[in-house]
């Protein structure tokens, strides 16, 4: 496992200017700066096999959170899609209804907007 900060694409140039190499291994990042979805994206064109994001505490609150604030407790996890699109991927542009026609997995992929290795936000 390889820890990439925020994982921008100049956190991925700073770790191979140290000599560490993402490839095959699992990433882990922080929430926050980037989008979560290019948090994924940046780590698979790193070569990254997969993806934990977890909300750090300093970014999200300090020392006071839910009840007694409004930020999430150090338990939260943060939920939202890594998908960069609007609806459903299989049917852009059109209703996703049971009978409609779909894009196959390949065409998906080739859209270039859903995560092509897997991701999980944790605490």
């Known amino acids: 496992m390889v820890y990439a900060n925020y994982g921008r694409v100049k956190d991925y140039t ?3 200017e140290m000599g560490v190499n ?3 291994t699992v990433v882990l990042a922080r929430y926050g700066k980037i989008f979560r979805g290019d948090i994924v994206h940046n780590a698979y064109s790193a ?3 997969g993806v ?3 909300t750090d505490k300093k ?3 300090g020392e006071r959170w839910f009840p007694d604030d409004k930020w ?3 338990s939260g996890v943060q939920v939202g899609s890594v998908y960069d699109g609007i609806g459903d991927p299989t049917t852009p542009g059109w ?3 049971g009978e409609c026609e779909r894009l196959s997995d390949e ?3 080739n859209e270039g907007n859903v995560p092509l290795i897997p991701s999980l936000p944790i605490s």
């Open 72 to 74: 999430m407790p150090l």
């Open 107 to 109: 065409e998906v992929e």
């Open 95 to 97: 209703p996703s209804t």
């Open 22 to 24: 993402v490839s095959n």
């Open 14 to 16: 700073t770790l191979r």
């Open 59 to 61: 970014d999200y609150g």
């Open 47 to 49: 070569g990254a096999i």
């Open 52 to 54: 934990l994001i977890f």
